[in-house]
């Protein structure tokens, strides 16, 4: 295992940890100081725990016979002395496995039966139900053990052909997309599983790393879960190719299909370069021969040379067990290991950080500078008594006309700001109820008999079309409904900044980017699947069905985090503004009341400018800690986000 692949992602475990601690201070912030409400509590703490549970997944995918398993063998089971998936010669992982840790359970292997396909069931459904799933229990101190448990996901069974259709994995003339090994004309073998989950107690794994292994593009194309939802929500791919065969049709199908322009990030390994180590050739022949396949490769799918990492994981995971540096380092893994190290975890970590930022950044900075403000406001009141401080009566009702009439002036200018809030929020609860639950029910119920009765891919293609136009409808009217909604605020904000002083704030932008890139993902996976000559030319109801249901479940889901993101912002566009005018209002209400009482009793001067020191260092204490916080959510240090504390008179 690469010390500096686990070293990182160590760190980056530890670092969730302080961004989650960040949001629970932020929380307890908000509760000691009487600003918390149930919604934003939820908020802060759903925040919280997604950070807590979050995963960072890396799949492998390839054709079959290129080495994932090895290469994870190599890459995180070295240390184990020997082949803990199985990954030698006609005994390979045959059905997507999840590898992954779960402290609340014991080791275990979960095996969810083939026959589960001949149900109208997603696999994330039936993670839900145990029963469904064959478990076997892992012994940590029995090797023996454990590496025949991880043996069973070689395992085949030998069907009917009948029962084989039934299952959707063979259709007269689509043999090339089955799983299935033919053996005789009457019987077939078909994987013994359809999914399995892992839950192992590895370092990496515990530092919340999940590996899923796919087999090859036979699999992907009967298992519409892998292809819609569970490869694009990956962080990362690495796409095995074979170095002396390079780039062939198949491969190249399953990257075009399945990889290329449909995951957030690739990186292409070059697998058995062990393969063109020649003792009648010199290395500079061996190098250039290796440097050309990768060229070559990169050009024809379209990658950065950079991207593309020749290495054996094979001759690497013999180094590791039997800790031959030089083997090792001929072997070439540890270039992978750096750029997961490099590149892939550093880039999860800034997708996470701004996921934060963007769900409560502005809540932090609306909360920081009301604070600030109000230390500005016990300054300013401290002034004040300073200046009155010896005076007579007639000057301190002076001070309270003045103070009466900027209050009257502020008091307009939030009567006219409640007026138009109402008409906002009123409006964004409307966009809200058009994708509530109900109504997305509804909407996925009409797509639903567009294709029922049929289930071609043409009833499919149009039924998927008409949903992917409704979804354009909803984000493009919540969109004008946000930049409408964002010029108002920032109005908001520039009346009170001129008249009453308020901090120049910028309201968050809606962000809807990711969900549209998401629903064009699912676009285009369905335009593919329905294009696809053997799905045309050969109809298969059950593979058609699993396909629209995965896709519909993924639908629902980008409805619901649009929802989720919508109401989100809503909160955090308006909320801070209409709690930094109250807080505004509460500050010159005091201020009036305390001019008012020096103005009839002059005496009184002292004992409130005691007071006043002690607010202002309250408040000083504050706009540290919430300094503090917003540091750590931004990943910068205090003096960067932190001015120098103001002084007040006398001090």
């Given amino acids: 295992m690469s010390s500096q692949l686990e070293s990182l992602v160590s760190r980056f475990r530890e670092w969730r940890e302080e961004l989650r601690r960040g949001i629970e201070a932020y929380h307890v912030w908000l509760d000691n100081h009487g600003h918390v409400d149930i919604q934003r509590s939820l908020r802060l703490y759903d925040l919280a725990e997604s950070l807590r549970n979050d995963r960072m997944v890396l799949a492998f995918i390839a054709e079959f016979s290129r080495g994932k398993s090895e290469l994870i063998n190599a890459m995180f089971f070295a240390n184990f002395r020997q082949r803990l998936l199985p990954s030698t010669v006609g005994r390979t992982t045959m059905c997507p496995t999840e590898l992954f840790h779960d402290g609340a359970e014991e080791p275990y ?14 696999i994330i459904s039936l993670k839900h139900r145990p029963i469904e799933w064959v478990k076997v229990r892992l012994d940590l101190n029995d090797r023996d053990q454990i590496i025949k448990a991880f043996g069973m996901l070689a395992q085949t069974k030998s069907v009917s052909l009948e029962e084989a259709q039934n299952l959707g994995l063979l259709h007269e003339g689509d043999l090339y997309t089955t799983t299935v090994l033919k053996k005789r004309q009457a019987r077939v073998d078909v994987p013994a599983w359809r999914h399995a989950l892992i839950n192992f107690p590895h370092p990496l794994l515990k530092s919340g790393l999940v590996i899923l292994d796919t087999p090859g593009l036979n699999a992907l194309g009967t298992e519409p879960e892998l292809t819609v939802s569970m490869i694009p929500n990956c962080h990362a791919v690495m796409f095995l190719l074979a170095t002396d065969t390079g780039v062939t049709k198949s491969d190249l199908d399953v990257w075009q299909r399945y990889v290329h322009g449909r995951v957030p990030r690739s990186i292409v390994v070059l697998n058995k370069i062990d393969l063109l180590w020649d003792e009648l050739r010199n290395d500079e022949e061996i190098e250039a021969d290796l440097a050309k396949q990768v060229r070559e490769t990169a050009a024809t799918l379209e990658v950065p040379q950079s991207h593309v990492v020749p290495l054996s994981a094979q001759k690497a995971l013999v180094a590791r067990v039997r800790d031959d540096a030089a083997m090792l380092e001929r072997s070439r893994i540890r270039d992978l290991e750096r750029i997961v190290a490099e590149e892939i975890v550093p880039a999860k970590q800034e997708i996470l950080r701004s996921a934060v930022q963007r769900e409560i950044g502005s809540m932090v900075n609306a909360s920081l500078e009301s604070v600030r403000a109000a230390v500005t406001a016990t300054v300013t009141e401290l002034k004040e008594l300073e200046e009155l401080s010896g005076k007579n009566r007639d000057l301190a009702r002076a001070m309270l006309a003045r103070l009466d009439r900027e209050k009257a002036a502020y008091q307009t200018n939030v009567d006219r700001f409640k007026t138009n809030y109402g008409a906002v929020l009123q409006r964004g609860h409307q966009l809200l109820a058009t994708i509530a639950d109900d109504e997305l029910d509804r909407v996925f119920s009409e797509a639903q008999r567009t294709i029922e009765g049929s289930w071609t891919t043409a009833g499919l293609l149009r039924s998927m079309r008409a949903l992917f136009d409704q979804f354009g409808g909803y984000s493009n009217t919540m969109l004008d409904f946000a930049n409408a909604t964002t010029e108002f605020v920032e109005g908001v904000y520039k009346t009170f900044h001129e008249q009453h002083g308020f901090p120049k704030l910028t309201p968050p932008q809606l962000n809807l980017q990711k969900h549209v890139v998401r629903m064009g993902q699912l676009k285009q996976a369905t335009e593919g699947f329905c294009s696809d000559p053997v799905n045309v030319a050969f109809p298969k109801f059950m593979v058609i069905r699993n396909f629209y249901e995965q896709v519909v479940t993924e639908a629902r889901g980008v409805f619901r985090q649009v929802r989720s993101d919508f109401e989100s912002w ?8 209409s709690s930094q005018l109250k807080e505004h209002q509460k500050l010159l209400e005091r201020r009036v009341e305390n001019v008012r009482k ?10 409130r400018r005691a007071a006043l020191e002690l607010q202002w260092r309250d408040l000083q204490k504050q706009s540290h800690e919430l300094s503090q916080i917003r540091a750590v959510l931004r990943g910068t240090s205090e003096t960067d986000t932190n001015p120098a504390p103001q002084k007040r008179p006398g001090l």
């Fill in 570 to 577: 809503l909160g955090n566009s308006l909320v801070p503004l």
């Fill in 109 to 122: 292997v979960r095996l969810l039966p083939i026959e589960t396909r001949a149900r109208n069931e997603t």
């Fill in 598 to 607: 020096v103005s009839e009793d002059i005496n009184s001067l002292k004992d």
